[in-house]
Every structure is written in C-alpha cells, then in structure tokens.
C-alpha cells in the first residue's frame, strides 16, 4: 500500500502543467500588447512597426484561452464522479477565488458601489479578463449533460463533430467577407461596442439561433481535448512536426494578416490610426478564439507540448508550483500588470519616439509580460501557501 501511494505522483499529466504554466504566460503577453493598439480614444496605432509588432505578439499567443479549456477537457472530460461532487469541487476550484478577485477589482477600478451594481448582470469592465470564467461555468454545466456521450463516442464520430466545429471557426471570415465593408456596431448601456452580425443561414432579427449557432465557439475545445485523450496516442516527434508546424504557419499567417490588413485599410496605410473602439473591434477579427487560425494554433501547441514529459528539478521546482497557482494568476494578474506595462512606457517611451527605436515595442511588450508574469507568480504562490484560506483564494 505504501508503494503504491508514493508512485502515485509519477502519473501526473507533466505536459499539462506546462501547457497551464505557458497559456498563464501567454496571457499576460497578450495584455501587455494591448497598449500598442488600444488607447486614444479607444484605438490608437501609432506607427506601422507598432502594428506589426502588436500583431506579431498577439498572433503568436491568441491560443492561450483555448488552451486552458483543452486542459480542462483532457482532465475532466467526461466526468469522473456524479454531478453533485463535480460542481462542489469546481465551486471551491473556481467560484470561491473568483467570486473574492471581482470584490477585488470592484473596490480597486473606478465606483465601487456602481461595480457592485453592475455586478449582478456580468463582470466589472474595468477586469474585463473576467469574462472567461463567465464562459468557463458555462462549459460546466453542459459537461454532465454530454459525459455519457463522451464516454461512448467513437472516433469518426467525434472526427465528425470536430470538423463541423473546425467549419463553424470559419463564420466569423465568412460574415467579414459576406459584409463587404466593416461591420455595423452597436453600443450598449457598457458602452462597449458589439459588432451587430451579418445574418447567415436562419438567422434573423428575430432568430439568432442559426444552423451552427450549437456547434459553436468553446464547446470545439471542449471535444478537442476529449479527442486528444482518447485518439491520439504517442507521436514521434517527425509526425508531431508534420502536423504542428503546418498548423501553425497556417493558423498564425491568417491570424497575423488578418489583423495588419484590417489595420491598414483603416488608415489608409498612414499612420497614426485612430477612433472609437470599434476599430480595435474589427482589428481583432482573426485574433478571436471562435476563428479558425487561433484553433489551429491551438492544435498545434498541445500536438507540441505534448512531448514534454521531463520530470526533473525544474519542473518539481519551478513549473509544478506556478501550475498549481495558475487560476489565481490568471485572476489577480491584471492588478499588477497594468502597473508593470506602464511603468516600461513610461521609461522607454512609444511609437517613433521610443528610446531603442523600431525595437522599442517588442521589448517594452516582452519586459512587460515577462517582469509581470514573475512577480505574479511569486504573488500567487506566496498566498496559496497560507494555511487553512490559501486554496480560497488562488484556486
């Protein structure tokens, strides 16, 4: 009995905790672009080579959410135990903390009594990295409801709803080019701008519940990692390359172009580009999570990291802790980084007036999110570690 408890550690998942550690850092590189191409009024570019290095960066990382919710799928997916104890291990995991962080931010960004009224219908804006744990309990609670097909499902099945999936990451290009010009938006009581959709395939002003609307969004990632955990055995590495590397150029080529053309149509191709929000908005397109170039970026990075499996003095030390705290970064990263990122702004300066020239951006963008994942790190784990309450507030 003894012998078997103390192998038990081995059969940890290694290249999971790697893929929580990578996303987590991902994600702060993606916050610490946001500078380079929101401001102003709400968008602002101010030089070509900040364009291209803004969407360099954030090509780069974009699948960052998609990986947490494969991970989630790889471990939980379908589930282990009744329902019951699913959700009363998710709500200590993951409500408690994040339930504690939006007080947080409510009582730290703009009127604490306004956020705590706006908190009954969504987020606080101001922590607007929030809203992926609103579509993470959503992932939930349809988890019980497909577990006992996730259990059976055989491989073409699950090939077969994985491609229609693969196609509705399409819709979002489809409904660009079927516009013909930038979409309309509509600003609502946030006032945050929401692009009102080209119609496809049934939908109407009175039906947004189109043919694909099911097959949609997270709900892809959520079979990905069912299908990663079922189907796809040890690769090589010259298989795993084959596969990843295409994927890869791919996914980051319509991503990163899809953004610099919007960019430049907008302008004109000169620079400063500037305006409302909306602009950023329609930038964005190919950087969604729902688009087929970050989903094939995302293919890409477990197909990779799945070949790690080193267990070594690095990963006991230095990995396996920063996994364990990885939710909490993710919600507590954004008080530090924000001061952080300006901080580098600040010293190296912006745009064409930037200390080190063209290079000013990618470093300010790399210090930032490096400096910014360090100390939230060391933040995280340090509070996790406090006895009895430590698990409350880091997850």
Not at 30 to 41: A, K, N, Q, S
Not at 261 to 271: C, E, I, M, S
Request: proline share 5%; aromatic share 16%; charged share 15%.
């Amino acid at each position: 009995m003894t012998n078997t408890v103390l192998l038990q550690p081995a059969k940890r998942e290694i290249w999971l905790d790697w893929v929580r550690v990578i996303a987590c850092f991902m994600v702060m590189t993606v916050h610490c672009t946001e500078p380079f191409y929101l401001g102003g009024e709400g968008s602002l570019l101010l030089t070509r080579t900040d364009m291209l290095w803004a969407s360099f960066f954030d090509s780069f990382v974009r699948a960052c959410v998609p990986l947490f919710i494969i991970m989630s799928s790889y471990l939980q997916f379908p589930l282990k135990y009744g329902t019951a104890e699913f959700f009363r291990r998710r709500a200590v995991r993951v409500l408690v903390p994040f339930l504690l962080w939006t007080i947080v931010y409510a009582l730290v960004y703009g009127r604490p009594v306004e956020n705590f009224k706006d908190l009954i219908f969504n987020f606080n804006y101001a922590a607007g990295h929030l809203w992926y744990v609103y579509m993470l309990i959503g992932i939930y609670l349809l988890m019980p409801l497909l577990s006992p097909w996730a259990e059976k499902v055989g491989k073409k099945e699950l090939r077969f709803y994985l491609g229609l999936w693969l196609l509705t990451t399409l819709i979002p290009l489809i409904r660009d080019w079927a516009a013909g010009v930038p979409p309309t938006v509509i600003y609502g009581p946030s006032g945050l701008p929401r692009q009102a959709l080209y119609p496809l395939w049934g939908e109407a002003s009175w039906n947004a519940y189109g043919t694909f609307y099911y097959f949609s969004g997270f709900i892809g990632y959520l079979l990905l990692g069912l299908y990663f955990r079922k189907f796809v055995g040890e690769l090589s590495w010259k298989k795993t390359l084959l596969t990843a590397v295409p994927c890869f150029a791919a996914g980051f080529a319509i991503s990163f172009y899809g953004f610099i053309r919007r960019a430049l149509a907008t302008g004109g191709g000169q620079f400063p580009v500037e305006g409302l929000v909306e602009k950023a908005v329609w930038w964005e397109t190919t950087w969604c999570n729902d688009t087929v170039g970050v989903a094939l970026m995302a293919i890409a990075w477990i197909l990779l990291l799945r070949k790690i499996t080193a267990d070594n003095r690095f990963y006991r030390r230095i990995i396996l802790p920063v996994s364990r705290a990885s939710y909490g970064m993710y919600l507590c990263h954004l008080l530090v980084l924000g001061l952080i990122s300006a901080a580098f702004r600040s010293w190296l300066g912006t745009g064409a007036a930037g200390c080190l020239g063209p290079w000013t951006t990618p470093v300010e963008i790399l210090l930032s999110a490096v400096c910014s994942f360090v100390c939230v790190s060391v933040i995280a784990i340090l509070l996790q570690r406090i006895p009895k309450i430590g698990k409350y507030i880091i997850g």
